[in-house]
């Protein structure tokens, strides 16, 4: 199973949004509403951002929104600070009990 | 608030087993959810090993189900994850994580493995 692919980065300045594209197949990604995505920050484990396309958890600030069209899945980032620099992973349930992850985009605040 | 940690040897050599363990806190591994491996090799994405259910029922990555094993102990509310004829490639931060309906809400901090003689 291939990962879902992701631009390698994007970068945006304070208080600006940024948009990550997670583009995969109607095997993963446009087959199911089971779309996540995670932030990680370096030496960190990943933290659950988004859930089911666009759910956010508690905690979770509403900066953070997710969409989903077709095969590709999309999280904003909106009003951009500095915490949210970061790497940021997609990932899709992928049916018969498996799960892809994406390749990873790399958030600069500049 | 369930609690994830990782315990298991840092050094593996080539060809032999890496064993890690996953203890849960904080709540019952037996509630209704499945519990994840995920591995990432420095510097690199996240990879998807497999998960087990309390039951015992298992789901694997298809790239690695002939050499992986995931197992789960009630008794002491953790699971395990076994990984047979290892390579370097194999060398990574290997965490584990709780499935709660398809997204992983839940991590441990995660461990470094390496493959070296």
């Known amino acids: 199973q291939s990962a879902l692919t992701q631009p390698p980065s994007a970068s945006g300045s304070p208080g600006q949004s940024v948009t990550i594209s997670c583009t995969g197949t109607?095997?993963?990604?446009?087959?199911?509403?089971?779309v996540s995505w995670y932030q990680q920050h370096p030496g960190k484990a990943p933290k659950l951002m988004i859930y089911?396309?666009?759910k956010r958890p508690s905690g979770v600030p509403d900066r953070f929104s997710g969409s989903k069209s077709g095969n590709t899945a999309s999280l904003t980032v909106s009003g951009l600070q500095a915490e949210d620099e970061a790497d940021y992973y997609c990932?899709?349930?992928?049916?018969?009990?498996?799960?892809?992850f994406g390749s990873g985009t790399k958030v600069t605040v500049l | 608030q369930v609690q994830l940690q990782e315990s298991g040897p840092g050094l593996v050599e080539p060809s032999g087993t890496l064993s890690l363990t996953c203890a849960v806190s904080?709540?019952?591994?037996?509630?209704?959810?499945?519990w994840s491996w995920v591995r990432q090799p420095p510097g690199k994405g996240l990879e998807w090993i497999g998960e087990?259910?309390?039951?015992?029922?298992?789901n694997y990555n298809s790239s690695l189900k002939s050499r992986v094993t995931i197992s789960v102990d009630k008794s002491k509310n953790q699971f395990s994850l076994k990984l047979n004829s290892v390579t370097a490639a194999d060398t990574a931060v290997y965490y584990c994580?709780?499935?709660?309906?398809?997204?992983?809400?839940?991590w441990g901090q995660g461990t470094l493995v390496t493959v070296s003689s």
């Open positions: 087990i259910y309390h039951s015992g029922s298992t």
């Open positions: 089911e396309v666009n």
């Open positions: 994580a709780r499935d709660n309906g398809r997204n992983f809400d839940n």
């Open positions: 904080g709540g019952s591994i037996s509630n209704s959810m499945w």
């Open positions: 990932t899709s349930y992928a049916g018969s009990n498996n799960y892809v």
């Open positions: 109607s095997s993963d990604v446009g087959g199911y509403t089971y």
